[in-house]
């Protein structure tokens, strides 16, 4: 019996974001993308901190750490939160 693959067509950011999986965000223009952990580094007297790692891919095209950043939940939620839509403006 012969089995038919029946394949279905997905664009290359969804396909780089299933690859990179659910902690991670990708850049639209480039291989980079920034990755979360699984969970936060704890509460300290500034807020919740998140260790985020900012990735891009090697020359062998496998996932290479530029820089970490550590920020806080709350000052990522105000700045994405503070950016406005331009089409709805």
């Given at each position: 019996?012969?089995?038919?693959?029946?394949?279905?067509?997905?664009?290359?950011?969804?396909?780089?974001?299933?690859?990179?999986?659910?902690?991670?965000?990708?850049?639209?223009?480039?291989?980079?993308?920034?990755?979360?952990?699984?969970?936060?580094?704890?509460?300290?007297?500034?807020?919740?901190?998140?260790?985020?790692?900012?990735?891009?891919?090697?020359?062998?095209?496998?996932?290479r750490k530029i820089c970490?950043?550590?920020?806080?939940?709350?000052?990522?939620?105000?700045?994405?939160?503070?950016?406005?839509?331009?089409?709805?403006?």
């Amino acid at each position: 019996m012969e089995m038919k693959v029946v394949r279905i067509p997905i664009n290359s950011m969804t396909r780089m974001k299933n690859k990179l999986g659910k902690g991670a965000v990708p850049c639209q223009v480039s291989d980079r993308w920034l990755k979360f952990p699984a969970e936060s580094a704890g509460h300290f007297g500034e807020g919740e901190f998140i260790t985020l790692d900012v990735m891009t891919l090697d020359k062998n095209e496998r996932p290479r750490k530029i820089c970490e950043l550590v920020v806080t939940r709350e000052d990522l939620l105000s700045a994405i939160n503070g950016v406005k839509d331009k089409d709805n403006v």
